[in-house]
C-alpha cells in the first residue's frame, strides 16, 4: 500500500517552525508522508512585533507570500507560517505566536499559548531588541530561537517553542479538518 504524500511549506527556514509543523501534520496525518520545506518569507511588521494585531498580522502575511511565490512552483498540499510577538497585557507582559495555515482558498487562524515575560526583558523589547537576543543575553546562550527559545528557558525545558508551536497547529487546524462544521463564520 502506497502512502499518501502530503506536501507543506513553511513561511521560515528556522528549523524549529518547520519541524512543528512537520510534527503536527505527522499526528494529524499518521499514514501519510510529510514533505516539509521551509522558505524566507517577509512578515512585513516589525522584526519584533509588539502587538497582538502585528503578530496575527505578520503570520497572514508570511502565508500568504509562501503561496503566491508557489504559484509558479510545485503547489503544496498546506502552508504554514508562524510569528512570535509580544504585548503588554493588563496582568502584564507576554510573549506568543500566531499561527497561519492555507489550504486551497482556506485560511486558518490560530494563537499559541502565551508565556508571561519579565519586565526587563519586555523593557528590552520596547527598546528595540528581538526577544531571542535578549534571551541569549541573559541567559548566555547562542541563538535560543532556533533552539528552545524564551519558552524553553523560562520553563526550565519543560516546553519549548517547538512544542508550543506544534500543539497551537493542531488546534489551528480544526477548521481545516472539519470544514462543514466550521462554514459558517461570526
Avoid at 503588554?88 to 499561527?99: N, Q, R, S
Amino acid at each position: 500500500m502506497q502512502q499518501n504524500i502530503i506536501k507543506i511549506k513553511v513561511g521560515s527556514k528556522n528549523p524549529v517552525k518547520i519541524n512543528a509543523a512537520t510534527k503536527a501534520m505527522a499526528q494529524l496525518f499518521p499514514d501519510s508522508i510529510i514533505d516539509a520545506s521551509g522558505m524566507d518569507a517577509p512578515s512585513g511588521v516589525a522584526a519584533q512585533p509588539m502587538t497582538d494585531k502585528d503578530t496575527r498580522q505578520g503570520a497572514i502575511n508570511r502565508v500568504h507570500y509562501c503561496q503566491q511565490q508557489d504559484q509558479q512552483d510545485t503547489q503544496a498540499d498546506y502552508y504554514f507560517a508562524m510569528e512570535g510577538g509580544v504585548d503588554c497585557f493588563d496582568f502584564g507582559p507576554a510573549t506568543f505566536a500566531y499561527i497561519a495555515i492555507g489550504h486551497k482558498d482556506q485560511l486558518a487562524i490560530g494563537r499559541s499559548a502565551i508565556l508571561p515575560l519579565p519586565m526587563q526583558v519586555y523593557r528590552a523589547l520596547e527598546a528595540g531588541e528581538e526577544l531571542g537576543h535578549v534571551m541569549d543575553r541573559l541567559f548566555n546562550t547562542v541563538n535560543i530561537k532556533q533552539k528552545g527559545g524564551a519558552i524553553g528557558l523560562l520553563t526550565h525545558g519543560h516546553a519549548t517553542r517547538e512544542s508550543n508551536y506544534t500543539q497551537a497547529i493542531i488546534l489551528a487546524m480544526a477548521p481545516l479538518l472539519n470544514p462543514d462544521i466550521y462554514a459558517q463564520t461570526c
